[in-house]
């Protein structure tokens, strides 16, 4: 039966296996690497690849147990300390405890970020030239726009410039060097789709979307909060 192998490595792997002295099972690890053959290199490339792929469980790795298993689980002469099936029962016992907990963490992050919006909304709504919709979103016009220029509809596509922030004002996603993007008006979180439609070609607005309008509860794991409420400043450079 074919091996599992990426799923039980973790990006300590790599490190532990370069960075050591005295490797596990008494094998001699430098701490210094050169890479001098197509070989060595082969070999970086595959403990580098391994390190990253793992890189959410490197808590949960003793690298010293898991270099000796590295080590042994290339000499095919030896027996393996654990099988097949009771290798699975492990990695599922710990991935699911990881979830859980991450599913615990996140919970409590989207409560503290729904009181913050909230806050923050009510806030944002008695500003001067601050517009709340029926749905929850507001917006701000920053750059009128000519009022006999087109607006997009539903099943319009756009070409935008826009910079995206969290309120916080850290930046997650943005267009750069004056360059623009296009896609469908309904190919977008709810937020954009409505707000683009009440934008005039060569306006620029700014949108504040609640987190039901945008990622929702979950966010999107590593770039946006659980229950994220987000910022756009929105170009809108053309209709095709």
Do not use: H
């Not at 615990?104 to 923050?120: G, H, I, P, R």
């Amino acid at each position: 039966m074919k091996k599992v192998v990426l799923p039980l490595i973790s990006a300590v792997a790599f490190s532990a296996l370069v960075g050591c002295n005295q490797g596990a099972a008494g094998v001699a690890v430098k701490k210094d690497i050169s890479l001098t053959s197509e070989r060595d290199s082969f070999s970086y490339v595959i403990g580098r690849d391994i390190a990253r792929s793992m890189q959410m469980f490197a808590s949960e790795v003793n690298q010293n147990v898991l270099v000796a298993a590295i080590i042994e689980g290339l000499d095919t002469t030896k027996a393996e300390k654990i099988d097949e099936a009771t290798a699975r029962q492990i990695q599922m016992a710990v991935f699911t405890r990881l979830r859980e907990e991450a599913d615990a963490k996140a919970k409590v992050e989207a409560e503290n970020n729904a009181l913050t919006n909230l806050q923050f909304f009510a806030t944002n709504a008695a500003r001067e030239g601050v517009v709340t919709t029926e749905s929850g979103l507001q917006y701000e016009i920053l750059i009128a726009g000519d009022e006999n220029s087109p607006k997009p509809k539903a099943d319009s596509r756009v070409e935008v410039r826009y910079v995206g922030t969290l309120i916080d004002g850290k930046v997650f996603d943005e267009t750069k060097d004056d360059a623009t993007v296009k896609f469908g008006v309904n190919q977008v979180i709810p937020g954009w789709t409505e707000g683009l439609q009440l934008m005039n070609v060569g306006s620029k607005f700014k949108f504040f979307i609640p987190p039901a309008l945008a990622y929702g509860e979950r966010g999107i794991p590593g770039v946006i909060p659980p229950s994220s409420a987000l910022i756009f400043e929105v170009e809108l450079v053309g209709i095709e």
